[in-house]
């Protein structure tokens, strides 16, 4: 079946200006995740979505990050007013249920903040 | 909160030989230890995990090794061959937040 998908897969964006990425999960997968992976580092955990639960966004860098999941499905994950730290490959993943259940990336959206 | 030590960062074997990458954990309450492999402009994918009832679990040429004493897993790629040359990082959760190693650039000469 179709993985998971990302777009767009890559976006430059000058200083300041918002963007949104998306993320489509494996259908049927309730469980969805955030990470961002900076250059020659490991992936560091962002949002987590389970069902109609309310997300644990504790791992959020500022309040410019933002995220939602509409219908238990597609999520969108908003930066506002970038920096050029925010540069990273964005990913998402998901699984069938919780964390403990193996987690599927997507392909990522590199992030360039000029 | 986790946090995941990953060593070597870097790694080159000679096509047959073995190699063997570490990690090691801060909280004794994590249970459950993925591997990934992310090939260069790839996805991450998941190539074997282990929970914590388990001391080690083996799937053809890779095995994983845990000692929960000692708060430290390990993944051995026996006869490596060019297509096992990626990044590899090891995570560790209780729950569902994964927390990652840095990574190892694994090369494998011909």
């Known amino acids: 079946g179709a993985g998971v998908s990302q777009s767009p897969s890559n976006k430059v964006t000058e200083k300041g200006k918002d963007v949104e990425l998306r993320c489509d999960p494996i259908s049927g997968h309730t469980a969805l995740y955030w990470y961002r992976q900076s250059l020659g580092q490991g992936l560091e955990f962002l949002i987590y979505f389970q069902g109609n639960s309310a997300p644990d966004k504790s791992g959020l860098p500022s309040d410019r990050f933002s995220a939602e999941r509409t219908g238990g499905s597609v999520s969108t994950l908003t930066i506002q007013r970038t920096q050029q730290e925010d540069s990273a490959v964005y990913l998402c993943?998901?699984?069938?249920?919780?964390?403990?259940?193996?987690?599927?990336f997507g392909p990522g959206t590199r992030l360039t903040v000029l | 909160g986790e946090n995941v030590e990953q060593h070597p960062s870097t790694l080159s074997v000679q096509e047959g030989d073995s190699a063997v990458i570490k990690c090691t954990y801060s909280?004794?309450?994590?249970?459950?230890f993925p591997w990934y492999k992310q090939e260069l402009g790839k996805r991450p994918q998941l190539i074997i995990d282990i929970r914590s009832n388990v001391g080690e679990k083996k799937d053809q040429r890779i095995a994983v090794t845990l000692n929960k004493t000692a708060k430290h897993f390990s993944l051995h790629i026996t006869e490596t061959q060019p297509e096992d040359s990626a990044v590899y990082f090891c995570?560790?959760?209780?729950?569902?937040?994964?927390?990652f190693g840095a990574g190892t650039t694994v090369t494998v000469r011909a």
């Open positions: 995570a560790a959760t209780n729950d569902y937040k994964l927390s």
């Open positions: 993943a998901s699984s069938q249920n919780t964390g403990m259940d193996t987690q599927y």
């Open positions: 909280d004794s309450a994590s249970n459950y």
